[in-house]
């Protein structure tokens, strides 16, 4: 990640930051969820925090949380939030491919819309950074734009074509089973989710509205099977950092 995107996210987070409730967020949360049933007393780190709006949710469950971020200012809007909350956490300002973070501490690793950011070479160094961190009975959680999302990729190009992109250098994911496999991650689930979540994309197209709306109200009403067919805006990346501590 260059300094430009830093300034990106800076910019990006001096802006006021919403902590409204949203459906992106409640779909994160029910898939962290998923894999950490009962999330109360458990350590779980957000590597590339951002808002820290789901890890607040993590802690008003009972969940031990630390977020990293290499904003400061991001970080300041999540310590204000927590102190509005009256909740508790741990907040580390570092490059996520660094942390200042014992090994074998923390029994989920995860962040969203971050490793798009990256290249090749620097998926891995965060990867292997956050196996690292994690127990090795513990979960590495990633997620990332899918590549194969119609209405994500439609309104970012459009978005980019036009001058309205403010995300800066972003390369949607097709599979990140390489990245795993490079790092040392044992990948143990790789799925899609969020299709509804991607119609928020379109919203950089004026007058996408009436379209937007019509597609959520058609896809809420096609059976399981039939929704499955359109990938959703979220590839979600599962793994065991197992191996990689018995090479290390």
Request: proline share 4%; with cysteine; glycine share 8%.
């Amino acid at each position: 990640m260059t300094d430009s995107q830093k300034e990106i996210w800076d910019t990006l987070w001096s802006q006021r930051v919403s902590y409204h409730w949203d459906s992106l967020s409640e779909t994160i949360y029910g898939t962290i969820c998923r894999f950490i049933r009962d999330v109360k007393g458990k350590a779980l780190l957000e590597a590339g925090s951002g808002t820290g709006k789901i890890s607040l949710r993590l802690a008003m469950e009972g969940a031990d949380v630390t977020l990293v971020d290499y904003s400061k200012k991001a970080l300041e809007n999540s310590q204000l939030a927590f102190r509005q909350k009256n909740r508790q956490g741990n907040f580390l300002l570092s490059d996520i491919r660094n942390m200042e973070v014992p090994d074998n501490s923390y029994d989920l690793v995860w962040n969203a819309g971050v490793l798009e950011h990256f290249d090749f070479s620097g998926k891995v160094s965060v990867l292997q950074e956050m196996a690292r961190i994690t127990k090795p009975e513990g979960i590495v959680l990633v997620f990332t734009p899918f590549a194969k999302c119609l209405p994500y990729r439609v309104g970012k190009a459009f978005a980019e074509t036009y001058g309205s992109w403010m995300y800066g250098q972003e390369e949607p994911v097709h599979s990140l089973k390489h990245e795993f496999a490079a790092s040392g991650i044992t990948l143990l689930e790789e799925f899609d989710d969020g299709f509804v979540n991607s119609l928020d994309f379109l919203d950089f197209i004026p007058g996408s509205q009436p379209v937007k709306r019509w597609i959520q109200q058609w896809y809420e009403k096609l059976t399981k099977e039939e929704q499955s067919i359109f990938p959703g805006y979220l590839l979600v990346s599962a793994g065991s950092p197992a191996s990689f501590h018995k090479g290390n």
